[in-house]
């Protein structure tokens, strides 16, 4: 009988969604992945949703939001892409689908406005940043609206695995659990296992819906290319942008020093280019983005600061002139190729010599000491408290008070109190203030601890960067192995990579003979040094598993067969 109930309930929510998707927004037909995380959100239930970039992300939580009881409140860190998906719903012309903006970019009255329009019923979605709701008044505000869904999107950026890291963004899980814990929905257009795991854990995720797809795009045509020195690089990067003439696309480049210099060489060459990146003073930014976007600069230099919520979908090349840090990189940057979903382009040119770079922006360890001092002023403060009675404020210690009295950075003081929160050092309270858990380690062991953390995932950074040039250099099928990274399996090699259209041998099944693949895709194995980790797939005779303490490792399936190096975790 129970098994009924859920089949017609899900069989309503289905035709509601459909119904609205039809005549709300003018879309025929709704994508499976789409439809799987639609129905878990109008049925309460949290989702984490990774789509590739153009994949109707904003779908997913703009058709159950029409549906809903009370308002989707949609938290994204870029005004621009804000901007573009207020527009997109207000254009649509109908009343419940209208949005309003509650950020930096909005006057007082105007932001009271948008309130009063979302109070009324007047407004549905209210878009706004992880700043602005980190304002107490703010956010009681809009908590009583009653938010019935929340939206996170980037969501990316809340992970210190991610390709984007953003220390706003440390706060949100808090933030939403102030808001009365509303279902929430994180979407992102890349994220690897780690991140996936970063994510949830972060945003305090229950039992959410998962859904991956989409990550290999059968439009884009892969190409990589090994330059033995930077005069080669370039000469290669001429020949290509030739080939391109005329047609939109993005030079990736690791340096803003290096963003701005080949964008000169560029345009000595004849070719209409600029460079963009994130030490550039907002107005030019923002200028260089719309003349982007206007196709008046067809080629852009860049660092990956630019990219991030572009809504130009006739982009039909990106360009790589050195080695990402990440395959989650390398995947974003290129998905911005082609969202119109015609052909297009991407080259990767590629040196030894790139790793050396990525291990220096790799950057070091924490200071121990500022850990250990920062988890001491915090216990100090809180006796302060403890001892002043009459002392009229609410329990635990804001940040603003932290950052007075440590003298560290707003930045660094984020990042610093993720690592003593992770370690269990320190914890948020509901009043979104800071306080010491019950049974909290003192400040040199939880110092200690926060290191030995970041120690573990720069181990896991090095062997991302190691899977990257594994990508660069592999001659089989480059979609295979990239999507392996990230746990997904294809069947069949993509046919539109150069490996496979140089060797259409390369066009076999994903996975080895059954004889040879010892443990299933995404099982959960045992190594003895490396501990706990999960297959992500084949490539001939070897294996990649993610271990949860050492990365990424790719091993010999006949050695790992012969020594019995792996067991299966029941």
Not at 49 to 61: D, E, F, H, M, N
Not at 86 to 101: K, Q
Not at 421 to 432: D, F, K, Q, Y
Not at 435 to 449: E, I, N, R
Request: glycine content about 8%; hydrophobic content about 40%; charged content about 25%.
């Amino acid at each position: 009988m129970r098994s009924l109930f859920s089949f017609l309930r899900s069989f309503r929510g289905t035709r509601r969604l459909r119904a609205a998707a039809r005549t709300d927004f003018g879309w025929p037909r709704l994508r499976p992945e789409q439809l799987t995380a639609m129905k878990a959100l109008l049925g309460r239930q949290d989702a984490l949703v990774v789509l590739p970039t153009g994949g109707g992300k904003s779908a997913v939580y703009q058709v159950p939001g029409s549906l809903l009881d009370g308002p989707t409140i949609v938290i994204s860190p870029l005004l621009a892409l804000q901007q573009d998906q207020i527009g997109n719903l207000n254009d649509r012309g109908v009343p419940r689908l209208r949005a309003v903006r509650i950020s930096s970019a909005e006057t007082p009255k105007q932001q009271a406005a948008a309130l009063a329009d979302l109070r009324e019923g007047r407004a549905r979605f209210l878009f706004t940043t992880p700043e602005s709701l980190a304002n107490p008044e703010r956010l009681a505000e809009i908590k009583a609206l009653r938010p019935a869904l929340v939206a996170v999107d980037e969501a990316h950026c809340i992970s210190g695995w991610g390709y984007d890291f953003r220390p706003d963004y440390l706060d949100l899980g808090d933030l939403i659990r102030e808001l009365g814990r509303p279902p929430v929905v994180a979407l992102t257009a890349t994220a690897s296992p780690p991140v996936r795991d970063d994510i949830v854990a972060r945003l305090g995720l229950r039992k959410p819906r998962t859904v991956v797809s989409g990550l290999d795009r059968a439009n884009l045509l892969l190409h990589v290319g090994y330059c033995s020195d930077e005069n080669a690089r370039y000469r290669r990067l001429l020949e290509f942008l030739r080939e391109e003439e005329g047609r939109s696309g993005i030079v990736y480049v690791p340096t803003r020093r290096a963003a701005e210099e080949l964008a000169g060489r560029l345009k000595d060459a004849g070719f209409k280019a600029d460079f963009y990146h994130g030490g550039m003073a907002s107005g030019p930014r923002e200028q260089r983005h719309e003349e982007f976007l206007a196709g008046r600069i067809p080629v852009m230099v860049a660092t990956s600061a630019f990219g991030m919520g572009i809504d130009k979908p006739d982009i039909r090349w990106v360009a790589h002139v050195a080695l990402p840090d990440s395959p989650d990189s390398y995947l974003q940057e290129i998905g911005r190729a082609g969202r119109d979903g015609e052909p297009a382009r991407t080259l990767l040119l590629w040196r030894a010599e790139d790793e050396a770079l990525q291990r220096f922006f790799a950057g070091g360890a924490p200071d121990e000491r500022e850990l250990r001092d920062l988890v001491a002023l915090l216990r100090a403060i809180e006796a302060e408290d403890t001892k002043v009675a009459k002392r009229a404020r609410a329990a635990g210690v804001t940040k603003s008070e932290l950052r007075e009295r440590s003298g560290l950075s707003q930045r660094k003081l984020s990042q610093l109190l993720s690592l003593l929160e992770e370690v269990g050092a320190v914890r948020t309270l509901p009043s979104n203030r800071l306080g010491t858990p019950k049974h909290a380690p003192d400040p040199v062991p939880a110092a200690q601890a926060a290191v030995a953390e970041v120690a573990r995932r720069q181990a896991v950074e090095a062997t991302r960067r190691e899977m990257m040039r594994g990508f660069a250099q592999t001659r089989a099928c480059r979609s295979q192995a990239l999507l392996a990274y990230f746990g997904e399996h294809m069947g069949t090699a993509c046919g539109h990579c150069d490996n496979c259209r140089r060797a259409p041998v390369a066009a076999q099944p994903a996975e080895p003979a059954s004889d040879a693949t010892p443990f299933p895709v995404h099982s959960t194995v045992q190594h003895g040094e490396w501990g706990s980790g999960m297959v992500l797939g084949y490539e001939g005779e070897k294996m990649t598993v993610l271990f949860d303490e050492v990365g990424y490792k790719t091993l010999s399936v006949p050695v790992v067969r012969a020594q019995k190096l792996l067991t299966v975790v029941r």
